[in-house]
């Protein structure tokens, strides 16, 4: 685990920004339209990122056992952190993504901690790209905002090997989308896919390599 790696938040809210003002050239090149971020998205989407980088700098393991209520704050985070909900709403959709989280079948935590101490030895890229999968794949593991904590659950363990974050931007927006859009229609369903990577996990497991950049992580 790396003890050096620390979060350029600023240069992340840039590059969501610009992908935002870009969006009408991403949804150009998709095969299914995406609805931009809005600024309250971005400034959810960036609590999220200050989250995680809070957990690594206190050598908080978000993947531990006992510790996956912080999973479900992050994906509180990047719905609500701005919305302007009352307690009552807040509490009330918790309590129904809580209880989605642990009992899904085939698709809740527990599903996922399967997958990863049965990947325990695969490279880094291959099992944050299979992280992400399992969130996205059906049955989903949140109710809601499973590509924003996906991607950060992703960027989470690309920090603790010392990798730059995943960060949506304009120049890999298609490759992020295109294959997300294959992989949430797809189902856990076979054991098989607990050790083979299926095609579209492998095109994120590249995408994550050749993403790497420090223009993310402060010097």
Known sequence: MSKT??????AIRASLVNTQQNFDKINASLTV???????????????????IDEHFAKGVDL?????SELLLEL??????????????????????????FYEAKNGGI????????VHEKSNIW???????????SQPQLFIEGNHRTGSLMMSYMLM??????????????????EPAELIKKSRKKTLDEYFHLPKQTRKFAKLLRDEQTKHYLKK
């Open 5 to 10: 790696v620390k979060l350029n938040l600023d």
């Open 33 to 51: 339209e995406r609805k931009p971020p809005s600024d309250g998205v971005i400034d959810n989407i960036m609590a999220g990122y200050a989250k």
């Open 63 to 67: 993947f531990k056992v006992g510790n």
């Open 75 to 100: 994906t509180h985070l990047v719905l609500f952190h701005n919305s302007g909900r009352s307690k009552e709403e807040n509490k009330s959709q918790f309590k129904a993504t809580e209880k989605h």
């Open 110 to 117: 527990g599903s996922l901690m399967e997958w990863l101490a």
């Open 126 to 136: 291959q099992r944050a790209a299979g992280t992400f999968t399992h969130v996205l």
């Open 160 to 177: 603790r090997e010392g990798h730059s974050p995943f960060v949506l931007s304009y120049e890999n927006a298609k490759h992020f989308f």
